[in-house]
């Protein structure tokens, strides 16, 4: 019932900056948690940074912590990540996900994902 598009991916130097977008179906999106995970041919999908249904509250990855930011317009039904000062180790398909009222990020835990986007960063 609900779907997910992703956009905003493509190719940056490091040290640049990008921003995604992830807009969904439905009247229920302020429901639903939502996550951003990634994934490489070389390594599994791994979770990049989340934001709670219930009060907004924002978590990510180590890996991103201080460069990445997730938000979510619930007027809008849209959920973003800015991602700043990117770095090559960052190249990958960028996939929103939703969980229906779970505030954990656990890959099978996710109901609904996007297609995903692809963020190239080159050195």
């Known amino acids: 019932q609900v779907q997910l598009v992703e956009s905003g991916g493509g190719s940056v130097q490091a040290g640049g900056s990008l921003s995604l977008s992830c807009a969904a179906s439905?009247?229920?999106?302020?429901?639903?948690?939502m996550g951003w995970f990634r994934q490489t041919p070389e390594k599994e999908r791994e979770f990049v940074s989340g934001?709670?249904?219930?009060?907004?509250?924002?978590y990510h990855a180590d890996s991103v912590t201080g460069r990445f930011t997730i938000s979510r317009d619930n007027a809008k039904n849209t959920v973003y990540l800015q991602m700043n000062s990117l770095k090559p180790e960052d190249t990958a398909v960028y996939y929103c996900?939703?969980?229906?009222?779970?505030?954990?990020?656990?890959?099978?835990?996710?109901?609904?994902w996007g297609k995903g986007t692809l963020v190239t960063v080159s050195s």
């Open positions: 934001i709670t249904w219930t009060d907004g509250s924002t």
């Open positions: 996900a939703a969980a229906y009222r779970r505030n954990n990020w656990s890959l099978r835990g996710m109901d609904y």
């Open positions: 439905g009247r229920t999106f302020s429901t639903y948690s």
